[in-house]
């Protein structure tokens, strides 16, 4: 529950805008300049090591996708936010709305990102998805549902004799063993209309048409709102702002959804679990919380919002993050629970791959990233967020924050790498991939916060936003 305290003097816009710094402006840009070089060496030394690394150039493609899918839920999640705030008609979140926005307004910068995505997809290779390859590609001698009797043996520990190189202990028969892609299967043919690779390009197209404009219109037409003078306008800009809120939420859960079946789900073309989207949803708001969070706290750190944000506002955001926290929890254990008493092969060995099982032939190195996810992604910031007062201290919900975002990545990471082949990789690789696509990201964000204030100043609802309080 919230109050809201009398409007003093010292609350008001005018005041706080005298006595605080509110643009980036030129200052910024040496910042920019060596995150933007960053990312450039990044992406390029991944590809290169990609090269040389073990099992090879196929590794690159699985560490690009994890970081990528890590800096676009900041991203998906912060656009959420956003349409959330107006949604709800939230004055207590003004003043940090608009590094919400701007985290949002990379969007168009990640639509240029998956570029590599889309080349491997193009290639019809089958390096990243096993189903991006031509239909003709089929495997010799394949039953009604080819794969079963590889993803039972998976699902109880066994060795599999399946694939172009066979199967053996270490891998636990996985699709990939010996970094060898494996032929289409009659059920992945099944879902060719959905599974191809001309559709899965263009649908991903669609989601940045979609995001982007969003994220986009939302950042210009709050922006705009700094300039204007008459009242009139500014209002009226924020009623249509409001109003369609309500449809646009709706249809960015719809994209989120359709964008993580196509960029994490459809790793495994055999695996499926209708609630995955839920699943990507909840991680995405929970990196967003936890990124706002923080970019909030190094501005502040560097003189600027000084008197705007305060540890009323740091107190709502760590409420979020742990709710967020919670829910991933939720989420995560309903569809882990829904996929154990189903028993079905097709879903359990996407876990038992993940080591997240009991069958002890099944347990591999990824059962440790399993227990650290559990642990590191749930039970820990659940108890730490816990207290009132570790969300109204800086350093204590800064930390957090960071742990939140690690975690992040390494369920991207549990998400992702093992559908490789099936063993545990991390390295120069996985790092220059995540320094790559976060310079890039930090860069855009560094551009879009530089151009304009970092607070809505005149906004409805920013002296409600000043005086918010806590109960």
Not at 106 to 131: C, E, F, K
Not at 209 to 221: L, P, T
Request: aromatic letters at 14%.
């Amino acid at each position: 529950m919230t109050a809201h305290s009398e409007h003093g003097p010292e609350t008001t816009p005018t005041a706080a805008a005298a006595d605080e710094r509110v643009t980036l402006g030129e200052r910024v840009w040496p910042a920019h300049n060596i995150a933007l070089i960053v990312g450039i060496i990044g992406i390029v030394g991944g590809i290169v090591a990609g090269y040389f690394s073990d099992p090879g150039f196929r590794r690159f493609y699985f560490a690009y996708l994890i970081s990528y899918c890590f800096f676009l839920a900041i991203a998906f999640g912060s656009l959420a936010f956003v349409l959330l705030q107006f949604l709800t008609r939230a004055g207590w979140s003004v003043n940090v709305r608009r590094v919400g926005e701007g985290l949002a307004a990379t969007l168009p910068v990640m639509a240029v990102l998956s570029l590599p995505i889309l080349i491997s997809v193009g290639l019809q290779h089958g390096a990243l998805y096993r189903w991006a390859q031509p239909a003709s590609h089929v495997a010799e001698g394949e039953e009604a549902h080819p794969g079963s009797e590889s993803d039972t043996a998976i699902a109880e520990g066994k060795p599999a004799e399946r694939g172009p190189t066979g199967a053996n202990a270490g891998t636990m028969g996985h699709p990939s063993a010996g970094n060898v892609v494996p032929p289409l299967d009659e059920l992945t043919l099944e879902k060719r209309a959905m599974l191809n690779p001309w559709g899965f390009i263009v649908r991903i197209i669609i989601y940045f048409v979609i995001c982007g404009g969003m994220a986009m219109w939302y950042w210009r037409s709050s922006t705009a709102q700094d300039t204007m003078q008459d009242q009139g306008r500014i209002d009226a800009l924020t009623d249509r702002m409001q109003v369609l809120s309500a449809p646009l939420t709706l249809v960015l859960g719809l994209v989120i959804t359709f964008a993580a079946f196509d960029l994490l789900m459809s790793l495994d073309p055999h695996w499926f679990s209708t609630i995955f989207g839920f699943y990507f949803i909840s991680s995405s708001l929970l990196a967003a919380f936890a990124a706002i969070t923080l970019v909030c706290m190094l501005l502040q750190h560097y003189g600027y919002l000084t008197r705007s944000i305060t540890t009323e506002h740091y107190h709502d955001l760590g409420k979020f993050t742990f709710a967020m926290v919670f829910f991933w929890g939720y989420i995560a254990f309903s569809q882990y629970m829904l996929l154990w008493y189903a028993n079905i092969p097709e879903e359990t060995a996407w876990l038992a791959r993940r080591g997240a099982t009991t069958a002890t032939g099944a347990v591999n190195g990824y059962s440790w990233w399993s227990i650290a996810l559990l642990f590191g992604g749930l039970l820990i910031p659940f108890a730490g967020l816990l207290s009132r007062h570790v969300k109204r201290r800086g350093w204590s919900l800064a930390f957090w924050a960071v742990w939140v975002l690690v975690f992040r990545w390494v369920d991207m990471y549990w998400i992702a790498m093992p559908e490789l082949t099936g063993k545990v990789y991390f390295g120069l690789v996985e790092i220059l991939c995540f320094l790559g696509i976060g310079g890039i990201f930090v860069a855009t964000l560094l551009r879009l916060l530089s151009r304009h204030a970092l607070r809505p100043v005149h906004d409805p609802r920013v002296v409600e936003s000043m005086a918010f309080q806590n109960a």
